[in-house]
């Protein structure tokens, strides 16, 4: 099982985004996510293409991004000629998740699927396959800074199980209220990757939170 920060850059200060970016590089995160939101799938508007591309300059990091928006599928293509190397789409903003994840990989990225806490996983069953990534939100998507829901402890658990049942390869990533009192405990119910948002940028030391959340 991997051991990956990935912090997100939602809460980051934007007008520095370009030295956020370089501490980042000299951190131990070996990621970055970004998050993508439309005002309809999310109640909430972020940042999109522009500031990816300018980010995908400022390192040679993973670039996740994490695309709260409804028909993601309309977008593939400008993700991948941005230099996006992860792709998670929700589950519950494409018809046909199917066909959204593989032409994600079509384009040479990795395809993340994305699940809301509501959301049964189910839900994803017949596409795990497909999946490089499952992406567990463990808060109500739209908004950085928010408590974490202990239910999807369980949640991850049972993907857990799901996955190695089938002896496939399919990365688990957490992300909503992730912080350096339940990091330990995430990585051992199962999950591959946090998302940490406020935990990092709201901290004194972001380098040295993202190696706690690591410990
Ligand atoms: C929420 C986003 C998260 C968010 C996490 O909709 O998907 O990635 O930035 O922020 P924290 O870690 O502050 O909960
Ligand atoms: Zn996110």
């Not at 370089?22 to 998050?35: G, I, K, P, Y």
């Not at 230099?83 to 789409?89: A, E, I, K, P, S």
């Not at 396959?129 to 239910?151: R, Y």
Request: net charge negative; aromatic share 6%.
């Amino acid at each position: 099982m991997a051991k990956i920060i990935s912090p997100s850059l939602l809460s980051a200060d934007f007008l520095r985004l370009g030295d956020e970016c370089q501490m980042l590089n000299r951190s131990a995160a070996e990621w970055f996510h970004l998050d993508v939101m439309d005002g309809v799938f999310v109640p909430n508007i972020s940042f999109g293409m522009p500031v990816i591309g300018a980010v995908r300059k400022m390192t040679n990091k993973v670039l996740d991004a994490h695309l709260m928006i409804v028909e993601p599928e309309r977008y593939i293509t400008n993700f991948a000629k941005l230099g996006v190397d992860f792709l998670t789409v929700h589950c519950e903003a494409t018809v046909h998740l199917h066909r959204t994840l593989q032409a994600i990989k079509a384009e040479g990225m990795r395809a993340g699927v994305a699940l809301n806490p509501s959301t049964s996983l189910w839900a994803i069953e017949e596409v795990l396959p497909e999946a490089d990534m499952v992406l567990l939100m463990s808060v109500n998507p739209g908004f950085g800074g928010q408590k974490f829901i202990e239910t999807t402890i369980d949640k991850v658990k049972r993907l857990r199980r799901m996955i190695d049942e089938r002896g496939l390869q399919t990365l688990i990533q957490i992300d909503g209220g992730v912080n350096t009192h339940n990091a330990k405990m995430l990585f051992e119910a199962g999950c591959d990757v946090l998302v940490a948002g406020n935990a990092v940028f709201g901290s004194d030391d972001p380098v040295k939170t993202i190696e706690e959340l690591l410990k």
